[in-house]
């Protein structure tokens, strides 16, 4: 009986990353006809089927050509479309760090072009 809860939990969880996932790459799409950037990878629970816990896990997203400028609007906006917390990064400020591999690594790349 338990297990059959966890269970039931866990396809609960990863139905709501997968929509959760469709809805920031929507909203990647809208924040990329106003601010510029080349590429994002969402990373971290969301990016790894299992780790997503729904109304916990947060969105990770690294973005690569957002200018210093423009970080914080991207992020309220992101914060403000999907109604959950974002925390996001700049590659350039990661260059060479362990993060920055890891989440080219394992991070979903997300680009204008799909």
């Known amino acids: 009986m338990v297990a059959e809860a966890v269970k039931r939990r866990r396809e609960k969880d990863e ?29 971290g629970s969301l990016a790894r089927p299992g780790s997503f816990v729904e109304g916990v896990s947060d969105v990770d997203v690294a973005f690569e050509g957002l200018a210093e400028e423009d970080f914080f609007s991207a992020l309220a906006f992101l914060s403000s479309r999907l109604g959950v917390d974002v925390d996001a990064v700049r590659l350039e400020d990661l260059a060479g760090s362990y993060l920055a591999a890891t989440v080219k690594k394992e991070g979903i790349l997300w680009t204008r072009e799909g």
Request: hydrophobic share 45%; no cysteine; glycine share 0%.
């Open 15 to 43: 139905r709501a990353r997968q929509e959760l996932l469709e809805r920031v790459k929507e909203a990647l799409a809208a924040l990329s006809r106003r601010v510029p950037f080349s590429r994002t990878y969402i990373f």
